[in-house]
């Protein structure tokens, strides 16, 4: 079995073929504005180019085979039809949705028991506090977190799940994709406050200043190395941001704007090909998925520590939620910040 081209005056540009294929077989044409089969002897008969081929340009032939959940099989003998892709998993609409429904009970459950339990604990422990974030930064940090696990959940479901998705639930790639463009307009609308945020008020301006790099922070990377190497007494003193904190808000600043440039040239792609070519377009993409995948896996390694497993903070460090922080932990790890104001009792 083999993928072939049934028509070539078909093929719109759309270009799908050349961005979900997982072999490199497609190749753009610019000449033509055509996407052209250029290593078919790469070409693993997953499917995938014939599902998303908006122009119906291509074609599966010869008999069917079985693949992994994650791929679609060709059952063909009648090659243009594509109600015959089906992924190897069950063809009932309930099954799946309700073991999702089963599932997602429990996390539910266990999540209300594990917030209330916290809420309690953090209530009646008796410390003194100080103000870490506040509620427009709580707010900046709460859009950005929704819009990120939503883009990261949907870009990849897109590229890895759509059809399965769409042969499970009834929902795949095109519906990812509208939900993955709302978020990512979310994650630029935030931004853009964010941006008049820290020039138009005294808040947001102190932020940018305690926030900016400075050399000590190069030197207390050497520091902090050597202390936790027990090759020196003394750990790093910090101010209001130690250089852990500077490098997120800085990785997230500068990714939330090339996210954003690139994930817009891919939207309006016949726009960007005319101003950048469509080897811009290519590279927007490439840049795209391959800044998703560190920033995800950033988040996971670098800022799950700082807030989660971090012994100091474990199981969370509840800044993110009601701008608190205890003041001894405060004064530990933010020594030289000698004006954090201690927080009122109801705020």
Not at 35 to 55: K, M
Not at 68 to 83: D, G, I
Not at 178 to 200: E, K, T
Not at 235 to 251: H, I, L, T
Request: glycine share 8%.
């Amino acid at each position: 079995m083999s993928v072939q081209r049934y028509d070539l005056n078909r093929c719109i540009g759309c270009r799908n073929c050349v961005e979900v294929c997982p072999m490199d077989v497609f190749r753009f044409n610019e000449d033509v504005n055509k996407s052209v089969i250029a290593y078919p002897e790469n070409c693993q008969t997953c499917g995938q180019c014939y599902v998303y081929c908006l122009g119906h340009s291509l074609a599966m032939s010869g008999e069917a085979h079985a693949y992994p959940l994650t791929s679609v099989r060709a059952a063909s003998k009648m090659p243009m039809n594509r109600q015959l892709l089906v992924s190897d998993n069950p063809k009932s609409r309930i099954v799946m949705p309700a073991v999702v429904a089963v599932l997602g009970g429990m996390f539910a459950h266990n999540a209300l028991a594990w917030n209330r339990k916290a809420q309690e604990k953090r209530a009646t422990a008796s410390v003194e506090t100080v103000t870490r974030m506040s509620l427009a930064q709580r707010w900046q940090h709460f859009v950005s977190l929704i819009s990120f696990i939503v883009l990261v959940f949907t870009g990849f479901g897109m590229r890895y799940m759509g059809v399965w998705l769409e042969n499970t639930f009834g929902f795949g790639r095109h519906a990812l994709k509208i939900v993955h463009l709302g978020a990512g307009c979310a994650l630029l609308a935030i931004g853009l406050f964010h941006l008049i945020y820290i020039v138009a008020t005294r808040e947001g301006r102190k932020l940018i200043y305690d926030v900016f790099p400075r050399g000590k922070d190069v030197a207390d990377i050497f520091r902090a190395i050597g202390y936790n190497l027990h090759l020196r007494k003394d750990k790093p003193k910090y101010g209001r941001f130690a250089y852990a904190e500077k490098v997120e808000y800085w990785s997230l600043f500068v990714g939330t704007i090339t996210m954003g440039i690139t994930g817009l040239l891919m939207w309006f792609y016949v726009w960007g090909g005319r101003l950048l070519s469509d080897w811009g377009v290519s590279f927007a993409r490439s840049w795209h998925f391959w800044e998703a995948v560190v920033a995800s896996l950033a988040i996971v390694i670098w800022h799950f520590y700082h807030v989660m497993i971090d012994p100091d903070v474990a199981p969370m460090n509840w800044a993110w939620r009601d701008g608190k922080m205890p003041a001894e932990l405060y004064r530990h790890e933010h020594e030289l910040d000698t004006e954090a104001a201690p927080a009122p009792k109801s705020e």
